[in-house]
């Protein structure tokens, strides 16, 4: 029994706590450590995904889980619970049956029943040895001997200690073994001495540290609590903000409802003359009618038939007249249904927005020699440029006067703007021409695809001055860079085909139309959203805002309605209304939004320019 607790005081003491092991854990090196000294070790490490020997320092990888997973040293295991099941027996007795320990003396590293130990503590040089209850050492809270037996002279305690060999030794062994190699001697109380002090400095340095951290830690608060206020200040400005807002936006709405309302009300009144008027009249023709009927109850003598005579001669005259006018009645609504909510799409508008009144600015017979317009776009001088497929672009003012007319020999498929004021030109061969602000020709070249190969499609320039290409054939939108050459991204359409195609500038999205509906399309072409309207083409183009302006057109009808919706596609109110325009020999048509907020719609045909005003009542 003594040497196995020999054997266990040496072998079964955890390096990191000294203690007997508490759950081993052996790392990649073989080394084993109990579990929580590995655990406090692995948190003191700034690479959390392996742990580093504290003996050999070699790297160990740890499994998903954490330290609890790396293998249990199950026979080490086995044989710390058989110590701890095992009382140890007094070591200090010569008696054949030894009585069984009741406590350890860390110095002597013996055991020592009740009668030992009281002896023990009566002999004056041990008497400041350390004692410890045998209950301490079994739990493995404290180790169990401060200076082990020299295992090659068991007679001889490990009182020395080699510097360069990192280990405890007997005076023999370091006689025998380092004294030759030239290593150092100390001796092992002067060594614990000397780690003692460094532990107590290490402490020391340990307490200040923590001291400052928990200063900081301290000032953290500190800051904390000055955010968390400021934080708090932010709400209570946001709510004041939000309070005065919500007053002033209630009291716009008011404003709004109360301009509505006289708007109602001279509507109403308008309406109530035109009305009142021809009750009077059908009130006229009723007692006329009356006077008139009583000629036939008896025969009309003397005064009485010249009395008869002048009332249907009167009658006659008032009949003559001519018949009320629908017009004036419908002028009045046209002139109601010009007026919209303009509700503003920025969010950075405190207002709830305007009742503007759409009126027709421009309306421009486009060259009767060019009936072959294929497109128009907003220039980036505020004029609105529209291409012709017999050659040229002609620039319109927002008055809708033709100001310049340039490119007359190139055959204008669609134009595009880039942001330094050059400008892109697609052929019918679907080449793109690129122009400086002058339009003189640059020589850059893109491979595009050729007209029979794609087919023809939509042009728009987007952010970072890309330009996409929309081939309807494919249904495909190559984009290039203004350096020219290959496209440097390919988009699918999702199945749908790029007649006419639109950017916005700040969230990359595309609008197409197929003349059915218009499409949203993430950068990637995913597919949105998409609008529609049964029996009406639709004809569409994004704002400077991003919003997306739609023009629904009944071609057969000659009528076209103008909405605004967000660039979500989310509807933000309507502009016009079944505007009756002169009906185009083709069904083509483009929209754009002019710099100054008016809207351009072009047809083969003409160019009409609507221009919004405040509604005046």
Request: charged share 25%; hydrophobic share 30%.
């Amino acid at each position: 029994m003594a040497m196995f607790h020999q054997i266990s005081s040496q072998n079964l003491e955890c390096p990191i706590c000294l203690a007997l092991f508490n759950q081993p854990k052996s790392l990649t090196c073989s080394h084993t450590f109990c579990k929580d000294c590995l655990e406090s070790i692995f948190q003191t490490q700034p690479n959390q995904q392996t742990i580093a020997c504290p003996v050999c320092r070699k790297e160990t990888p740890l499994p998903s889980g954490g330290v609890s997973k790396l293998q249990t040293n199950v026979p080490l295991s086995s044989l710390v619970d058989e110590v701890k099941t095992k009382s140890p027996t007094c070591t200090v007795c010569e008696m054949d049956e030894k009585p069984p320990a009741v406590s350890y003396c860390q110095d002597c590293g013996k055991y020592m029943c009740k009668a030992c130990e009281k002896s023990h503590s009566t002999w004056k040089p041990f008497s400041i040895h350390t004692i410890v209850a045998i209950s301490e050492v079994l739990s493995g809270k404290v180790p169990l001997k401060r200076r082990r037996k020299c295992k090659k002279h068991p007679n001889e305690d490990e009182d020395c200690f080699c510097p360069n060999c990192r280990e405890y030794t007997c005076s023999k062994c370091w006689m025998l073994k380092h004294l030759q190699k030239g290593h150092k001697l100390e001796e092992a109380a002067i060594h614990e001495e000397k780690l003692m002090k460094n532990i107590e400095e290490l402490k020391e340095r340990t307490t200040s540290k923590k001291t400052t951290v928990e200063t900081h830690i301290e000032f953290i608060e500190t800051q904390r609590n000055e955010i968390n206020t400021m934080l708090r200040k932010l709400n209570d400005d946001i709510d004041k903000t939000y309070e005065e807002y919500m007053k002033l936006l209630s009291a716009r709405r008011e404003a709004l409802k109360c301009q509505v309302k006289r708007l109602s009300e001279k509507f109403e009144k308008e309406l109530q003359t035109m009305e009142e008027e021809s009750r009077q009249s059908v009130s006229q023709m009723d007692a006329m009618e009356e006077l008139v009927n009583n000629g036939i109850k008896v025969p009309l003598e003397k005064d009485a038939l010249f009395a008869h005579d002048t009332l249907c001669e009167n009658l006659k005259s008032f009949l003559g007249r001519d018949d009320p006018d629908d017009q004036s009645a419908r002028s009045v609504t046209e002139r109601a249904q010009k007026i919209s909510f303009r509700r503003y799409v920025k969010v950075n508008e405190l207002c709830l927005g305007d009742l503007k009144r759409w009126d027709v600015r421009a309306d421009v017979e486009l060259p009767s020699v060019n009936k072959s317009m294929t497109c128009m776009t907003r220039a980036r001088n505020g004029k609105m440029a529209v291409g012709w497929g017999q050659g040229g672009i002609h620039f319109y003012s927002p008055d809708g006067e033709l100001q310049q007319t340039v490119l007359k020999d190139v055959c204008v498929g669609n134009i595009g703007f880039l942001s330094d004021g050059r400008s892109v030109v697609r052929n019918e061969k679907n080449k793109l021409l690129f122009y400086t602000a002058q339009w003189e020709k640059l020589h850059v070249t893109f491979e595009t695809m050729s007209y029979n190969e794609g087919g023809h499609g939509g042009l728009t320039v987007g952010r970072d001055d890309n330009i996409y290409v929309g081939y309807m054939k494919l249904k495909k939108i190559h984009v290039f860079t203004a350096q020219g050459g290959k496209a440097v991204r390919e988009i699918s359409c999702d199945g749908h085909t790029p007649m006419q195609l639109f950017s916005c500038h700040t969230t990359g999205k595309l609008f197409l139309t197929n003349t059915s509906g218009v499409v949203c399309l993430d950068g990637q072409g995913k597919k949105e959203n998409v609008l529609k309207e049964e029996g009406t083409s639709a004809w569409p183009a994004v704002c400077r805002d991003d919003s997306v302006i739609v023009a629904w057109v009944k071609h057969k009808e000659g009528l076209v309605s103008i909405d605004r919706y967000t660039s979500d596609l989310e509807h933000v109110h309507t502009i016009i209304t079944d505007l009756k325009i002169q009906e185009p020999e083709r069904a083509w048509y483009f929209l754009q939004e002019s710099e100054s907020g008016g809207i351009a719609l072009c047809t083969p045909d003409r160019l009409y320019i609507f221009q919004s005003l405040s509604c005046q009542i």
